[in-house]
Structure formats: C-alpha cells, structure tokens
C-alpha cells in the first residue's frame, strides 16, 4: 500500500518508521528540515500546506491517507485553520482524485471529552469538549466520518496525553508541584502502532477509537512512582482548588485543570492491538534510567 502521512510529525515519523519496511510511505511537512526528519525514516518527503489544494497534488496517490497535522499549540483560530480548513481540502483533494483512498485517518484528542468527574469514558459517551480547541477538534472528527466520499471510510484515532523521546517532562512530576487529577496517557510508540493497526484492520472502518494505555493514573500516584523509581523525594502536591486560586490563568487553563476523566481503551483492545508499553510503567522506563 502507499500511505501518505499529512503533517508528519511527533506521531506521523513514528508512524512512517513503523510503516516502511511492508508499505510505500509519504510524508508531507511544510518546511525543508520537516521534509529531511521525514526522508531520515526511509520514507519519501513531500514539501506542501495541507490547508493548499495546489500544492496537495504534489503527494502521489495513496490508498491510506493519515491527517496527523498539528497547528502547533497556537490559539483556536490556528487551530481551526489546520484542523477544519485544513482537514477539510484535504478530504475534498484526495477524495476528488481518480483513484481516491480507500482509508482516511484523523488524528483527534480525548480532550474532546470534557469534564467527568474522573469517571470512566468510552467512545459511546457524549462528548463534551469544553475549550475552543476541543470544540475545533470535535468538529474536525465530524468532518473525517462523513465527508469522505461512498469509496473512502473516515476513521478517527482519539489520542489521550503522547509521551515519548522528547516528551517525558519528568521535572514537572519530579520537582512538582502537582496538582490533582488523572493521567490519560499514551507513549508515542503506541499512538503510531494504534494507527497503523486502524489502517489495517478491516474492522475499525468508519469509527472512533480511543488511543490511550490500559491504566489512567492518578496525577500524584503517578508523580510519586516516578520519584521514587528517580531516588527522589516525593514532590509537592496541590489540589485543584489550589490551582486554580492562582491569578496566572487564562480560562481556558482553569476549564483544563478542571476537567478529569478515565478514559477506556476497550475497543482499541477489541480490534485486536497489542501495546508495545501497556501502561507508564512500561513507557517510562527509558526515562528513568536515563534520569539516573
């Protein structure tokens, strides 16, 4: 198969890494050194805009197509460019071709989910999203289930909190201090293999999937595991309320530290995925021993 990864970033090189020995892979980034950290996996770089529909015709033909774009962290009107704009050329580009793919993959949050009291979510809960992003993305998954034509199935691949090389961020649970809630976290091995398992599975057309571990965690049980296994004290602890007093806020960082949730994995374990990290334990290992 030829795969072409649009926006080939923290998961999409991952993705192309895990991908390149049994399929033809294409990833597409804006900028020439995207375009050398993606030909540095072996797979074939195409320098375009997803949001151009000119400069989408440059990537080949693909019988999977994945939307990994990100806009960076930048506000909701950013957000959206990427997200819905962009989305949207995209599908409306490839989905117009003569041979159109038979696969199309959006890669969305849990954050979509809103507040629920830290009480379990699965994919037949409503959402809820709660910030002007997550109300971007909740659009963006509408747009990947029904906007494909009758010849492609729009997935989506729900991701809980990536970690990984690079992103372990073990000072802000080491040193603290950490306010209270629930971790819902994936290591980035596991988000690229989730979504190369959804191309290849003929049972997860046209849904929703949750991306996420086998164990959401308590914020402080986990800041204390990580200290412990670093020879670290354990770190200061905050309650939300606590947080949330502080004048630093914005509102939409108060909606956020509000929100709690667990998030269930089931039906990524139903379709059959085997996680190479089941839980933090396994994922940051790494981190721990290099902090040692």
């Not at 990984?164 to 306010?179: C, F, N």
């Not at 949330?244 to 995925?273: F, P, W």
Request: charged fraction near 30%.
């Amino acid at each position: 198969m030829t795969v072409a990864i649009l926006g080939c970033g923290y998961i999409g090189l991952e993705l192309a890494r895990q991908l390149r020995s049994d399929h033809d892979v294409v990833g597409v980034r804006r900028s020439e050194s995207g375009i050398e950290a993606v030909e540095a996996t072996g797979a074939s770089g195409v320098r375009a805009d997803v949001t151009d529909d000119e400069a989408l015709s440059a990537v080949p033909d693909a019988e999977w197509v994945v939307f990994a774009a990100s806009s960076g962290g930048r506000a909701a009107a950013a957000a959206r460019e990427v997200y819905v704009d962009g989305l949207r050329t995209a599908i409306d580009h490839f989905c117009a071709r003569e041979s159109p793919p038979e696969r199309f993959v959006y890669t969305s949050s849990t954050g979509v989910y809103g507040d629920h009291d830290g009480d379990w979510v699965d994919e037949e809960t409503p959402i809820d999203p709660t910030t002007e992003k997550t109300e971007v993305l909740a659009e963006a998954e509408r747009l990947a289930v029904e906007r494909p034509g009758e010849d492609t199935d729009g997935t989506v691949a729900r991701f809980s909190g990536l970690y990984g090389p690079d992103r372990y961020r073990l000072s802000r649970y080491v040193e603290g201090p950490v306010t209270e809630g629930y971790l819902n976290i994936v290591h980035r091995a596991d988000a690229a293999g989730s979504v190369r398992h959804l191309l290849e599975s003929d049972s997860a057309r046209g849904q929703v999937v949750n991306v996420v571990d086998d164990e959401p965690v308590s914020k402080w049980a986990f800041a204390d595991w990580l200290a412990e296994q670093c020879g670290e004290p354990s770190p200061p602890k905050r309650t939300k309320a606590e947080r949330l007093g502080s004048d630093d806020l914005s509102e939409a960082a108060k909606r956020r530290i509000g929100t709690s949730k667990r998030v269930s994995n089931d039906r990524l374990r139903a379709l059959g995925y085997e996680f190479e990290y089941p839980t933090f334990r396994e994922g940051y290992r790494a981190a721990v021993e290099s902090y040692k």
